[in-house]
């Protein structure tokens, strides 16, 4: 038994990422392997336990498991072997299965551990087209049950209609974002959903609402004094990431985002408020 699962489940969270490996998400693969990469390392950062699972998705494969309540301390970074958008998005098939799995995962976790914080980060560039086994009523109604039960979602995506991709679904508006479909806005992206995970788990946040630009800033602010004053034992993150500068993920091309720093993982500055952010272009695959 680790050092994490040693400790209390009042500590204890759960993040499930369901990753869109569609297609239309080559053009920036790249910035998603090094924010995914810098996203958890801000989360090994932490002393507190968490278990991390990822499931990949697209038509050719809907619901691919690839990590499974792993610790996350033994999360490998993603890389181009591991990473390799294709095919189309059966988007309702991804999320319905995902929480399907993960009610069935937590029902056979002995009391003793299971989380007290559960997380869905949902994260796409563009809509559903694909999906067999689920329709959107379907998995409304299933988010809608585990939301009661206190889960937290987060839909992010770098579709113009993301907002009302993700209240279709019961995903609560302040609970989503839209991206900018480049480096900059995939970086911006990562940085504000790894710095709100960090608060959400230490419980200085008692939401995962991204749509509060001043919060974000007084987080970043903690993160970044706490680093100068030594705190914190986290790698950093980024390395995947062949655009990012050595100080982590997205530091070169966007002068207002945060970067991964050592002991610490994701700080930044806040972003612009929702309007003044950039749309995601076009549909997807």
């Known amino acids: ?83 390799m958008p294709r095919a189309s998005t059966p ?64 839909f992010l995506s770098a579709d113009e209609s993301a907002i009302s991709d993700s209240s279709s679904l019961n995903i609560d508006a302040s609970n989503a974002a839209f991206f900018r479909k480049n480096t900059a806005g995939s970086n911006e992206m990562w940085e504000r959903v790894a710095n709100r995970s960090v608060a959400f788990r230490r419980s200085e946040v008692h939401c995962m609402r991204m749509d509060e630009a001043a919060d974000d800033a007084e987080i970043a602010q903690k993160l970044r004094a706490e680093h100068a004053g030594g705190g914190g034992s986290g790698a950093s993150g980024g390395a995947q990431n062949p655009s990012a500068s050595g100080a982590g993920v997205g530091a070169a091309q966007n002068t207002n985002a945060a970067v991964t720093v050592p002991g610490v993982g994701v700080v930044g500055a806040a972003v612009p408020p929702r309007g003044e952010r950039g749309r995601g272009r076009g549909k997807k695959n």
Not at 7 to 27: A, F, V
Not at 57 to 77: G, L, N
């Open 91 to 154: 988007l309702y098939d991804a999320v319905g299965r995902g929480i399907n799995d993960l009610k069935a995962s937590l029902g056979t976790l002995p009391e003793a551990l299971r989380p007290k914080k559960i997380v869905m980060v949902i994260v796409t560039d563009g809509q559903e087209n694909a999906s067999r086994e689920f329709t959107g009523a379907q998995v409304r109604k299933m988010i809608a049950e585990a939301k009661e039960a206190g889960w937290q979602f987060v």
């Open 1 to 83: 038994m680790t050092q994490s699962q040693d400790k209390s489940q009042g500590d204890r969270t759960h993040i499930c990422m369901i990753l869109d490996r569609t297609g239309s998400m080559e053009s920036i693969k790249q910035d998603t392997i090094g924010g995914f990469n810098s996203y958890i390392a801000a989360q090994k950062s932490l002393p507190t336990p968490a278990t991390f699972t990822l499931v990949q998705f697209d038509s050719q494969d809907p619901f691919e498991v690839i990590h499974k309540f792993t610790d996350i301390q033994m999360v490998p970074d993603l890389t181009g072997q591991t990473y």
